[in-house]
């Protein structure tokens, strides 16, 4: 029998093991990322029980009379072992709709983790989903190099890396987050956006994941061309964000840092992620950009989000 019961911050260490246990969860998921931002959320997440054992957790915060699972993340749905099957999936969906509507909850927006950041089939929230009548209310389109499998650079791809390299760019492990997020910020600029992560909470998750945020830079003497910064979740590795100086963009220094990333650093993975090129809640596709990914083998993967009336 499972039941669920309310995250407080004195679960946090039995939560971070499931999500270290889990079939689908990552760094992301861990309480000392969820948590930095904290004062801007209601948390509601949910832990799942069955005989005193943790067997999977919900990252959910409360907007109105909405929950979101979870606003401050990319895709947080219900994360699981694999002792969590088929039908207790069913049966935990029905208890955790239970307990939100007992609050006066009306409807879940659940966002998906799409499968290539699974570490094992974990896509029993789906059905369960299905089930119970939610429907699909955003899709975007992400792109992922499959390494595995067969992949090409387009042409004019190889041309700029050749080009890169002979105007004698090369590539480091970056030390040097204001720098880039400097860089960031002013690539950002020029398309009206901004970084979601302020230089200091950069700074605090980079603290705490050394392993796991990686600053990948491409120079030219010391002057900073271009600037990966990668999110490594062992299987997969993901392009959290990446910027480039015009002089940058006239010497392609990000392609040659990209390709570098693919073709040699994390090549051995399954695979290398490049985030969503959609735009207005996944209405508007933002063709330059996902075709500068696609030239480097990358094909469609979705973020989807469901909506779950209570």
Known sequence: MYTVKPYAPIHAVDWDALVERS??????????????????????????????????????NLKD??????????????????????????????????????????????????????????????????????????????????????????????????????????????????????????????????PTHSLPELQLLQARFPDRIVLHEARVDDNLLAGVLVYDFGRTVHTQYMAASDEGRDLNALSLLLGELIGHVYADRIYFSFGISTEQEGRHLNGGLITQKERFGARAVVHDFYEWEL
């Open 23 to 60: 079939r689908n969860g990552n760094f992301l998921h861990r309480r000392g990322y969820m948590d930095y931002h904290a004062d801007r959320f209601v948390d509601r997440s949910l832990m799942i029980e069955r005989d005193g054992k943790v067997e999977a957790v919900f990252p959910a």
């Open 65 to 194: 009379d909405v929950v979101v699972s979870h606003g401050g993340l990319t895709y947080a749905g219900l994360i699981t072992t694999q002792d969590l099957r088929a039908e207790s999936t069913l049966a935990v969906f029905e208890q955790m709709s239970e307990h939100y509507r007992s609050l006066g909850i009306k409807r879940i927006v659940y966002k998906a983790i799409p499968h290539v950041f699974h570490a094992y089939p974990a896509e029993e929230d789906l059905y369960a989903l299905h089930r119970l009548g939610a429907r699909l209310k955003r899709r975007d389109i992400s792109s992922v190099v499959s390494l595995r499998e067969a992949f090409r650079f387009a042409d004019a791809r190889k041309r700029s890396i050749n080009k890169a390299k002979k105007a004698g760019v090369h590539l480091r492990i970056g030390s040097d987050l204001a720098a880039f997020h400097a860089l960031l910020t002013e690539t950002l600029r020029k398309h009206d956006a901004a």
